[in-house]
């Protein structure tokens, strides 16, 4: 495959995948042009910001006490604050509310996690964790160029066991269907067989940006077909980034799409 057209020298994420499913225009425009977004999605700069602050918590406990909660809240500004005041303009959320709002929400949906019997696990193995694997051909064996690139949001230890967490922030809880097919922990789940880690747990843990925030944890299974699904996929994405093949998908990601202007003007 031509390294020019699969970017971070052959690495490829289950971002990278979602991203291409959902409008190949957009993946191309994020990852082979390198075009320049017009703003910063209020929901990536919130999520990423709220990842920062629970990673901030769970570091704590991995060496043993806790983060006094204030600190974890302001980590949480902070990177509200560096994302408004960065070079790319942030944009307001999907509803019209504006960074006040955004980031009032960002703390009360902190202090319901954090309040959450699954925010003080036992014991904290990793957090935020990097991972590189082998892909190959789901029906031959045959070993891809690419490999997989990933980071787990949080490892914990229970009954002897390593169990892999993926932290959400989300307008509503998770439907059955997000939690049995959601990509991103499929990709855990291959990525600790290729690491040989054993039986391992797969958990969702969502927090609601509903009027009241809510918390959702969902332990999850990803059995052999759902691996083969997963290569499969990424597979055939890659073949079809790789053979050029790109085209618009309009619909409701289009309001927040960062491409959207330029997308609209190359109509
Ligand atoms: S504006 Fe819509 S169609 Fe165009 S790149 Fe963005 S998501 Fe895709």
Redesign the pocket.
């Known amino acids: 495959m031509n390294a020019a057209v699969v970017p971070d020298t052959l690495h490829f994420s289950v971002t990278q995948m979602k991203t291409w499913l959902m409008?190949p225009?957009?993946f191309s425009?994020r990852y082979i042009t390198g075009a320049e977004p017009e703003f910063v999605p209020m929901p990536l700069a919130f999520g990423s910001a709220f990842h920062l602050a629970l990673a901030h918590h769970y570091q704590w406990l991995m060496r043993g006490e806790p983060a006094p909660a204030e600190e974890v809240k302001q980590r949480f500004v902070d990177a509200m604050m560096l994302a408004k005041n960065g070079p790319v303009p942030l944009q307001e959320d999907d509803d019209g509310t504006g960074f006040d709002v955004a980031l009032a929400k960002g703390l009360s949906m902190l202090d319901v996690t954090l309040g959450h019997p699954s925010a003080t696990p036992a014991k904290v193995l990793g957090v935020e964790v990097p991972f590189t694997v082998d892909l190959y051909n789901a029906s031959t064996g045959e070993l891809l160029d690419e490999k997989l690139k990933g980071v787990i949001d949080l490892i914990v230890e229970e009954d002897g066991h390593r169990v892999l967490v993926e932290h959400k922030t989300s307008a509503k809880k998770y439907s059955l269907d997000q939690l049995v097919y959601d990509t991103q922990l499929s990709g855990y789940a291959f990525a600790a067989e290729q690491l040989k880690w054993g039986e391992v747990g797969l958990r969702f843990s969502v927090t609601t940006k509903t009027k009241v925030p809510a918390m959702q944890v969902e332990d999850v299974r990803r059995d052999d077909g759902d691996m083969s699904d997963f290569l499969k996929t990424a597979l055939g994405v890659l073949t079809a980034i790789d053979a050029g093949v790109s085209f618009?998908?309009?619909g409701w990601?289009?309001k927040g799409?960062p491409?959207?202007a330029r997308?609209e003007s190359e109509r």
Do not use: G, L
């Open positions: 409008c225009a957009k425009y618009p998908v309009r990601a289009c799409c491409y959207r997308c």
